[in-house]
């Protein structure tokens, strides 16, 4: 209970029904491996979240973007919704670190998988809507999602902004060099550098080379925007 009671306080929400948090935070390797009852970890609290991250999210778009046409509003809700941005955005809450997974799940990486980190933050966000209503829910998903939301445009479109930052400057040919690759294939996990004319610029991991990929060229992006590499 004290990991609750910890989740709570950094997210600053203080649930009610401290059972839907649970539940949140239980993945369904978890449930399984101890027997829990149907409908005891998060894959229905997630359903319920996804729903109500989009209209939070599209309520925000249309407001704040009252220029942009519906083909452009789809577009940058997609960029935040996805599973790679959802996952980027639980680094602040360090949310791996909470949730309740089977030991082999656990093992492989479960922690840091970008599919089980996404689905467990839009069941927080579903736990948060049966708990406190739309209000808590819509604090939640401005404080943690739609903070932002250039760098979170930016890492969708990392790779896509990166070729056209290289090509605009004609610096040369971009390219993903894999640096090192290790675990089973069922679990594989990449080291890649973003490179232009093979001299790396910026590195990223991930389960996937593309998602690898993704943080390599976002990586290599905020450092050329500090000033810490020229592109």
């Known amino acids: 209970m004290e990991k609750l009671k910890e989740f709570q306080e950094k997210t600053g929400y203080t649930f009610r029904a401290e059972g839907l948090l ?10 399984n491996e101890h027997n829990q009852k149907r409908n005891s970890d998060n894959e229905r609290l997630e359903f319920l979240g996804d729903a109500v991250l989009e209209i939070i999210t599209s309520e ?6 009252p220029d942009k046409p519906e083909g452009e509003l789809t577009k940058l809700r997609a ?5 790679q941005t959802l996952a980027f955005c639980t680094r602040d809450l360090q949310l791996g670190d909470y949730l309740y997974l089977g030991k ?10 970008k599919s089980v980190l996404s689905d467990a933050l839009e069941a927080v966000i579903g736990a948060i809507f049966l708990d406190g209503g739309f209000a808590n829910a819509k604090e939640f998903v401005l404080k943690y999602i739609l ?20 090509q605009a400057k004609n610096l040369g040919e971009l390219s993903y060099v894999v640096v090192a690759e290790s675990g089973p294939d069922h679990n594989k996990h990449y080291i890649v550098d973003a490179c232009i004319n093979r001299e790396p610029c910026g590195r990223g991991e991930g389960h996937t080379k593309k998602s690898a990929e993704q943080e390599a060229a976002y990586q290599a992006i905020l450092k050329a925007n500090d000033g810490r590499a020229s592109l």
């Open 147 to 166: 903070n932002d939301i250039e760098h979170k445009q930016l890492f969708y479109d990392s790779k896509t902004i990166l070729q056209e930052l290289v």
């Open 60 to 65: 925000y778009l249309f407001n704040h973007y």
């Open 22 to 31: 649970r539940q949140a935070l239980t993945h369904s390797s978890y449930a």
């Open 104 to 113: 082999g799940e656990d093992q492989t990486g479960g922690r840091k998988r």
């Open 79 to 83: 960029s935040l919704v996805c599973e």
